[in-house]
């Protein structure tokens, strides 16, 4: 096999060696099937029972009760920005709430414009999308048809570590980049949908958990496939689904659960995991400069600047030499950007750890 690397991309991301090995081991032929998931219909026996065992391990791992539907959709987080205000924000004469505090925030905001009334009730953007504001601060109308906010800005590295409280207002979250990091108080939630890519597998579907009370406010005469009461009558197969993408979230919430043990242990590992990075960070007398304040630090994506964008090009550069990958910043916000999501092993935290601690220690006098 060739040597793989340590991919710290923010998405299409890492995913276990293990789901991998699985998915190859079984490629020509799915035991039980002889024929390869990608040669199957997704209206066969075979098919369903992995979009059932997929749906069964995602309850399973998040606790969600049976008042709330899983669906698997396509067109990424990025249709459910369009998506979210077309069922429930249009015609309704009421506004929505939106939570900003970085780029993925500002672009769903941007598209229940066309639909209807906004208020941003918070936005980072006077500090720069460096933190997540406090539930005291959020000013949120009681009138509004749901509050959207984004639990983790992938570019930022901003994370909220507590579920907003919204009182009787629907919540709404992009979930993308923290999906399955930790457990969740499920029952808080209205709707949560996750692009796959980033924690729970690969391009090509997106994961949305919608309550019941909700998929009764949809209109009526909405396109269909973008009618999320359609697609749950349907249970995500009114047209073809993302058969293999499916798959393969099938194979990493099976890894959650038998070699992980669940959430709560997978959450103990991402803490561990970004601890020793924003230490690294914390006790580099200022040579490293995190992006986020402490308190709403990413256990996903840690980003930090160094004194110049020389020394950010020549950090990127070396580490490569060490099989450190994609540690390249956004392209909006510049700097050092390490995503660790759940498949990122304490190894290659280590290591990038280790080569941050030499660098510094070989170019800190240039400061
Ligand atoms: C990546 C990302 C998106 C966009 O996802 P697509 O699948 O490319 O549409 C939206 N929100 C968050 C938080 C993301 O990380």
Redesign the pocket.
Same mark, same amino acid.
């Given at each position: 096999m060739e040597k793989r690397i340590y991919n710290f991309s923010a %998405?299409p991301a890492v995913l276990p060696l293990e789901v991998l090995e699985t998915a190859q081991r079984d490629l020509v032929a799915l035991p039980g099937t002889g024929m390869s998931v990608l040669e199957m219909s997704h209206r066969s026996k075979g098919f369903e029972q992995i979009i059932e065992e997929t749906e069964a391990n995602l309850r399973q791992l998040l606790q969600i009760p049976a008042n709330y539907q899983v669906l698997f959709l396509q067109g %990424?987080?990025?249709?459910q920005f369009s998506m979210l205000p077309l069922n429930f924000l249009r015609g309704t004469n009421r506004p929505s709430d939106y939570i900003v505090t970085g780029t993925?925030g500002i672009k769903a905001a941007k598209e229940a414009q066309r639909e209807g009334e906004v208020c941003l009730v918070w936005d980072g953007k006077s500090t720069n999308y460096r933190r997540v504001p406090h539930q005291n601060e959020l000013k949120l109308n009681s009138e509004a048809t749901y509050v959207h906010f984004?639990s983790?800005?992938?570019i930022e590295g901003v994370e909220f570590s507590e579920t907003p409280n919204t009182g009787n207002v629907p919540l709404v979250c992009?979930m993308?980049?923290d999906f399955l990091a930790r457990p969740l108080p499920m029952e808080r939630y209205g709707l949560i949908y996750a692009?796959a890519?980033?924690n729970a597998g690969p391009?090509g579907v997106?994961v949305v958990i919608i309550r019941d009370d909700l998929l009764a406010r949809v209109p009526d005469n909405l396109h269909t496939m973008l009618d999320y009461r359609i697609q749950a009558k349907n249970k995500s197969l009114y047209n073809t689904p993302p058969t293999f993408s499916i798959y393969i979230v099938m194979l990493v919430t099976r890894w959650l659960k038998q070699t992980i043990g669940g959430l709560s242990n997978i959450a103990a590992l991402n803490q561990q995991k970004a601890q020793l990075l924003y230490e690294a960070i914390d006790q580099s007398d200022g040579f490293y400069r995190g992006h986020a304040q402490p308190d709403s630090r990413s256990m996903m994506n840690v980003t930090w600047r160094l004194p110049t964008p020389e020394l950010e090009q020549q950090f990127v550069k070396e580490a490569q030499g060490r099989d450190l990958y994609e540690l390249k910043g956004h392209r909006s916000v510049g700097g050092i950007r390490a995503s660790i999501y759940n498949a990122m092993p304490l190894a290659g935290i280590l290591a990038l750890r280790d080569f941050m601690l030499e660098f510094q220690a070989s170019h800190a006098e240039m400061k």
């Open positions: %998405g %990424g987080a990025t249709l993925w984004t983790n800005e992938t992009d993308s980049s692009g890519q980033k391009a997106t």
